[in-house]
């Protein structure tokens, strides 16, 4: 029969060699990690691109994580708020809000090409005879949304910049011609329905694969181009402890090098740290500019 200090040593060693074997898990972290992707895509691409993140990031993390694609952006930063969200990927003028209300900070940003920026355009259908934006006075066209940093802000911005416009986009293009969507697909849809001459939009839906389908695209031209746009960031919520916070970013970096497919799927680009000031700094300009208006 073995003695009780040889079983006291057994026991120490198994428990030092299951330290080492499972992950360092924050305590404040839950059981399952939440995150949400902002619906700005194809909803069957989202889906696809939904499975294979869950699975993916949860084996990063070392434990389930739910991927959930809120119908908008306001519920992501309200999830980050309440604690009911972990991660959510949101664009750079839903980060500035995201952080006036204390909501969440900035764990990633997107670099694209290497680059921390993009371009916003105005596109309309290929056989229109517009050069600029200057072109399209008087006529209906379409933002993403009120809320979108290429789709609105940022146009919005250099309209006013280019004396095209003095306080909103009417000065330009006319009582009711101005269309508000739900999205970057939403305002191109607009366009190639023949309900608007324009859409602004960024870059990337208009010039990569994973918002348009070969057909549409074909229909499509750029008209005009602003920026620079800061590209989206993933953020994280305030309710976490620092130690989750490093848990999290670890494990993010870690699906960001091993899955380079999925995750320019996902989230356009690779992910990478950046001071989150000098980031979103075009953002809150715009921002004044457009709260200017409202005053």
């Known amino acids: ?53 869950a699975e993916a990031l949860g084996a990063a993390i070392g434990r389930p994580v739910k991927v959930i694609i809120p119908l908008s952006s306001a519920v992501i930063v309200e999830g980050l708020s309440n604690g009911s969200i972990d991660l959510g990927y949101l664009s750079a003028t839903d980060m500035v809000n995201a952080r006036k209300t204390n909501a969440a900070d900035v764990l990633l940003v997107g670099e694209i090409d290497g680059e921390r920026h993009y371009e916003s355009l105005w596109i309309a259908l290929a056989d229109k005879p517009y050069k600029s934006i200057a072109d399209l006075r008087d006529k209906p066209i379409a933002f993403a949304s009120r809320t979108s940093t290429s789709g609105y802000l940022i146009p919005l911005l250099d309209l006013k910049n280019a004396g095209l416009i003095s306080t ?83 494990a993010v970096q870690d699906f960001s090098e091993k899955n380079p497919t ?23 300009n715009a921002l004044n500019f457009v709260q200017g208006q409202q005053n």
């Not at 924050?26 to 691109?49: H, I, Q, R, T």
């Open 1 to 53: 029969m073995r003695s009780a200090p040889f079983f006291k040593t057994f026991l120490s060693l198994a428990f030092v060699l299951f330290a080492v074997v499972l992950p360092a898990f924050s305590e404040d972290l839950a059981p399952e990690v939440v995150v949400a992707l902002k619906p700005d895509k194809d909803p069957d691409k989202m889906f696809s691109e939904r499975t294979a993140l």
């Open 168 to 250: 909103k986009p009417e000065d330009l293009f006319g009582q009711g011609n101005v269309w508000y969507g739900t999205g970057y697909m939403s305002a191109v849809e607009r366009v190639l329905a023949g309900e608007a001459e324009a859409a602004a939009v960024s870059d990337y839906v208009f010039e990569k694969d994973k918002h348009l389908k070969p057909e549409q695209k074909a229909r499509l031209k750029a008209v005009d181009t602003q920026g620079p746009v800061p590209t989206h960031v993933l953020a994280i919520s305030k309710r976490l402890s620092p130690g989750a916070r490093q848990q999290l970013l670890k």
């Open 262 to 284: 999925l995750r320019d799927a996902v989230f356009t680009s690779r992910l990478a740290e950046c001071d989150a000031d000098s980031h979103l700094l075009p953002v809150v």
